[in-house]
C-alpha cells in the first residue's frame, strides 16, 4: 500500500480523494527544503503549538521550563514516521532546526513536515531528508512558540491530520490521505499514474486533448491493449471509461 501510494504523485492522489469526497487534502503553501530528495510516503505523528507566553516561556531559560515534548516528539520517532507540525501557518519563529531534523533522520523518520519555518535551511538543504515549510527563519522556537501537545488532532496548513494518517510527498509538495481511504485509493492511484504517462505521451507526440484526455472509449482500449503488452504484475486492469475520465480531467 505505501509502495503504491509513493509511486503517485500529490495531483493524482487529490484526484482519488476528490472522487471519495476529500475536497482539498493537499497542504498549500509547503515547499520541499533543498532539492537532494526526490519525496516520502510515511504515517502522521503530530506536534501542536501555542502562542508562547512570557511568565510560561521565559526569556533568561527557554530550554530548562520542563516543556521538553518538542524534544520528546523527536525521540519517540520510529521506521517510516512523518513529524508534522502545527505552527499555526505562523513563520516568526521556526518549528525546528537542524539539530532536531538530523535526530529525526537517524531515528529513521520519513520527513518533517510544519506549515511554518525552519531554522538552518542551508544545512537542511544540503541534508537530503524530506523536510517541508512555508519559509526559512534564524529566530529560534522559543521566541513565539510553545509545544502544547504530541500526537493529537491538528490542523497544518489549513488542513486536518490526525495521527496515523499517510502522508505522502513530493516535489509539489505534500499530501494528507485519512489512514482509513489509504489501502482503498493506493492501487486506483497506480494505475492512474500509468494511464497518465500513457496519455501524456501521446499528447507529447501532438494529439489533440479531444478524445485523449480524457480518453474516450476508443483510447481507453487502445491503453488496455498497451497495458496488456506492458504488465506492471502480470496482470491487467479493467477501467471503467467515466473513471478514467473523471480522473485525467481532475488530475493536474
Known sequence: MLAD???????????????RGIRQPFLVGLTPVGTHFDGFVGQARTMRFVP?????????????????????AVER???GDVLVVDSRSDVTAASAGDMLVTRAMKRGAAAFVTDG?????????ELGFPTYSR????TTRPASF????????????GVA????DILVGDRDGVIVVPRALA???AGPAAEQERLESYLHDRVKAGEPLWGTYPPSEETIASYQAWRSAHPVDGTSVVLQTSAAATGAEAAR
Open 5 to 19: 501510494l509513493g509511486r503517485a504523485s500529490t495531483a493524482t492522489l487529490a484526484t482519488q480523494l476528490y472522487r
Open 52 to 72: 508562547a507566553r512570557e511568565d510560561v516561556d521565559p526569556m533568561d531559560d527557554p530550554y530548562r521550563t520542563g516543556n521538553v515534548l518538542q524534544w520528546e
Open 77 to 79: 520517532l520510529g521506521s
Open 117 to 125: 519555518a525552519f531554522r538552518d535551511g542551508a544545512a537542511l538543504a
Open 135 to 138: 519559509a526559512i527563519t534564524a
Open 146 to 157: 510553545h509545544v502544547a501537545d504530541l500526537d493529537v488532532p491538528i490542523g497544518c496548513a
Open 161 to 164: 491530520v490526525y495521527p496515523g
Open 183 to 185: 489501502a482503498e485509493i
